[in-house]
């Protein structure tokens, strides 16, 4: 019984976890313009396969952080001639990678990603904010770290290629967003900063909320401490 209520307990923290708002690392997409604005088209970049990726850094402070979730404006690449009347028939991926090195995006299928954030086909793209879950993968401090969109298709077929576009911003003053990493065009990486210099594109990058952290330890510190007492209590019976 006393174990039955210390789950409903974790279950009332988590509840108010999820509800509680979290703290931001990057965040340009309160001024994102949306469907029209400025995009990149996926079919830019080159990965190892030879297909188009976009990247956007973001970097870590000087503690260990847990990753909620990401929150990307991403929307179709609207051009008829872009798929056919069937509707598009490619679909992308979207990973979370540490720096190569010298603020240099990683590239997708050859270097290893910290954590695959979502696989999506093009026709199930909502057109708009699209978010993927961070499932609180522990993130180094003092790390850049790159988001990047890329195509998984090898083949030759325009058709199966996904038309995904990222939405660039025009504002540097997001929290986190100037002196980060723009990755597009297949041309080395550019700098945001205040001076108007990069085009970063539009994204959230979300932590739990510090309090709710604490709340969901606690709750599993009662737990354990009820189990332990529990256990320790049979123990002096049985002897």
């Known amino acids: 019984m006393k174990m039955t209520r210390a789950f409903v307990m974790l ?13 931001v690392l990057f ?3 309160a001024n994102g313009q949306g469907l029209g604005a400025n995009v990149a088209n996926l079919g830019a ?16 402070g000087s503690g260990q952080v ?6 990307l404006s991403l929307f179709w690449n609207n051009d008829p001639g872009s798929f ?3 509707g598009a028939q490619g679909s992308f991926v979207v990973e979370l990678f ?10 997708p299928g050859v270097d290893a990603p910290v954590l695959t954030l979502g696989v999506v086909n093009d026709n199930d793209l909502p057109g708009g904010v699209s978010t993927f879950d961070g499932h609180n993968t522990i993130l180094q401090p003092m790390t850049r770290y790159w988001v990047v969109v890329s195509d998984p298709y090898t083949g030759t077929d325009p058709y199966r290629a996904s038309i995904v576009q990222w939405e660039q911003g025009n504002d540097e003053t997001g929290t986190g967003v100037s002196g980060e990493y723009t990755y ?19 994204m959230t990058v979300d932590m739990p909320e510090p309090s709710s952290l604490a709340l969901t330890a606690i709750a599993l510190s009662a737990i354990g401490f009820g189990y332990h007492r529990r256990r320790r209590t049979a123990d ?4």
């Open 11 to 23: 279950a009332l923290l988590a509840g108010a976890a999820s509800s509680a708002r979290a703290e």
């Open 27 to 29: 965040d340009n997409i």
């Open 45 to 60: 970049g080159l990965d190892a396969n030879g297909d188009g990726y976009l990247a956007q850094s973001f970097s870590t």
């Open 66 to 71: 847990m990753l909620a979730d990401i929150v």
């Open 84 to 86: 056919p009347s069937g």
């Open 98 to 107: 540490k720096d190569a090195g010298g603020n240099t995006p990683p590239t």
């Open 184 to 202: 597009a065009d297949g041309g080395p990486p550019t700098l945001v900063d205040s001076q108007g210099l990069g085009v970063p594109f539009v």
């Open 236 to 239: 002096i019976r049985c002897a």
